[in-house]
């Protein structure tokens, strides 16, 4: 875990955490990994996501968005 950021209402309330962190190794079933790419197939993988209290979400229509080009700087 790299860093907790509290989350606070508009009154004032710690309502929740951000919390970041480094991933440093995973384990992935070799049916979702794609050796040619070396990446997780989403679509095999077919992940869902916690929204929050008892609700989950599916991920579906997976659209790729690529990267804004970065300049180096010296």
Aim: include cysteine; glycine fraction near 6%.
């Amino acid at each position: 875990m790299k860093h907790i950021h509290p989350l606070v209402n508009k009154d004032g309330k710690r309502s929740g955490d951000i919390v970041i962190c480094e991933i440093v190794h995973i384990h992935v079933n070799k049916d979702v990994y794609d050796p040619e790419r070396d990446t997780v197939d989403l679509e095999k993988l077919d992940p869902i996501s916690r929204l929050g209290n008892i609700s989950y979400g599916h991920t579906r229509g997976i659209v790729p968005i690529p990267r804004p080009a970065v300049e180096e700087s010296n």
